[in-house]
């Protein structure tokens, strides 16, 4: 697996409204937390710096963090929606970073291979403005990378669309790079499908 420099933005601050009490994000995969397993595959991913938004402090996501080399910050208005976490999280990157890739923090089955695979796609001699990855039959999915040209455009999103007016902007100017299966867009927002993708993993270990 190729080591990157690029920042790594991961979207953790939302509510979990539709876990009826749970944290999906705190939810143990494997040996530990969601969030933790997804901060060290960026860790193993990239050099560059790990920024993690999440909700204001206390909150039990930041324990979930303890020990590891990332950049938590607080997203007061994360009720909004994931623009506020987007428009905090661009602001914060380095003054000289050529690009920027963001991670869902709820898709388990996406690895730091799959991080790796679409920063190698990221060629910024291109006309490209976005790499992101995508289900095994071309779906767009996540993570996305996005080339420093677009990142003014996150300072005035507001909302819960998730940044799809950027990718707009970028007018198709976008490379998809095909994961395994549907990973790419596997989000698991209820007990329900919590439960559906653990019965999976028993029947299929990896």
Request: a negative charge; aromatic letters at 4%.
């Amino acid at each position: 697996m190729t080591c990157h420099n690029l920042p790594i933005i991961i979207l953790a601050a939302g509510a979990s409204s539709r876990m009826r009490g749970r944290d999906k994000l705190l939810e143990v995969v494997g040996d530990a937390p969601l969030l933790r397993q997804q901060a060290l595959k960026a860790r193993a991913a990239t050099t560059g710096p790990v920024l993690i938004a999440l909700p204001d402090f206390p909150h039990p996501r930041y324990q979930a963090l303890n020990g590891l080399e990332v950049l938590p910050f607080a997203v007061p208005d994360a009720d909004e929606g994931m623009n506020a976490s987007l428009r905090r999280a661009f602001a914060a990157l380095p003054a000289d970073a050529p690009s920027a890739m963001v991670l869902l923090g709820d898709l388990p089955d996406v690895t730091a291979d799959d991080l790796a695979k679409v920063a190698d796609a990221v060629d910024l001699d291109s006309d490209q403005l976005i790499w992101r990855g995508a289900t095994q039959d071309g779906a767009p999915g996540h993570p996305i990378v996005f080339h420093a040209a677009l990142f003014d455009a996150f300072a005035t999103l507001t909302g819960d669309s998730g940044g799809r007016e950027v990718v707009a902007q970028a007018n198709g100017r976008v490379t998809l790079v095909p994961l395994q299966g549907a990973r790419a867009r596997r989000d698991l927002d209820t007990p329900e499908e919590w439960d559906e993708w653990r019965k999976e993993r028993m029947r299929n270990p990896s």
